[in-house]
């Protein structure tokens, strides 16, 4: 497989009717241009039953030269793609919602516990109030 960096060297082709030719330079010679190699890879891990048809299968991603990951399941031509910026922002508000919910079920903790400790002081005060009371009615 091609990795990540290098650089490929390709010829032109063009379609003249319905042959491809090379196209050749003022020399005569094969036009030939360096390209940015596409990286393609395929996952260890199989997807889950939660996709659905694609239960089972790995997926294939590719870096592409203009700054896009591809993504599709093996074996399939489904193929979903989006900026590696847009893929970057969607991890760090991913990352940041995480944390929000983490620091919501913290304080949902110590509110839940705060409850309790109050309702253990409410019931002591109405145990008071009524034993002071038992004793005033004797």
């Not at 997807?47 to 074996?75: M, N």
């Not at 910026?85 to 079920?105: F, S």
């Amino acid at each position: 497989m091609i990795e990540v960096g290098i650089r490929r060297i390709v010829s032109l082709w063009t379609r003249r009717g319905k042959k491809l030719v090379r196209v050749l330079g003022l020399d005569g010679q094969p036009v030939t241009v360096v390209k940015n190699a596409v990286v393609t890879r395929i996952t260890r891990n199989e997807l889950d039953g939660s996709f659905c048809r694609d239960r089972g299968r790995k997926l294939v991603v590719t870096l592409e030269a203009v700054d896009r990951i591809c993504l599709r399941p093996a074996g399939t031509r489904q193929k979903l793609d989006a900026p590696l910026d847009e893929v970057y922002r969607w991890m760090v508000q991913r990352r940041a919602i995480r944390l929000q919910l983490e620091r919501a079920r913290e304080r949902k903790i110590v509110k839940q516990r705060q409850r309790e400790a109050h309702a253990l002081d409410r019931a002591e005060r109405k145990l008071r109030a009524k034993a002071k009371q038992e004793v005033i009615c004797r």
